[in-house]
């Protein structure tokens, strides 16, 4: 499990930046089926964009990711930090 969190984002980051911003999409059935846009649409290329660093882009795709962002991170670091402590490698505080 360890190795799944600690490479997922390190390959993400090694994706190039506009790898998801293709504007077809399968996933987001408010697009599929009533052609609208959900409040979700665009977050996957604006975390892609504000983990490389383009803040503007990342802003421009969903205006959401000033929430979605910090609280992804921290659930990330949380997971993290309690896979660490089940392997021993932190001390249980």
């Not at 499990?1 to 077809?24: A, K, R, W």
Request: charged letters at 15%; a positive charge.
């Amino acid at each position: 499990m360890l190795v799944v969190y600690v490479l997922v984002p390190i390959s993400i980051f090694l994706l190039p930046i506009n790898f998801f911003d293709s504007d077809t999409t399968v996933v987001c059935l408010s697009r599929l089926l009533l052609d609208m846009e959900c409040w979700g649409c665009g977050l996957t290329r604006s975390v892609m964009h504000a983990l490389h660093g383009d803040f503007v882009g990342a802003w421009n795709y969903n205006k959401l990711i000033v929430v979605v962002l910090p609280l992804l991170i921290a659930v990330w670091a949380k997971n993290l930090w309690k896979i660490l402590q089940r392997l021993g490698w932190v001390s249980k505080s």
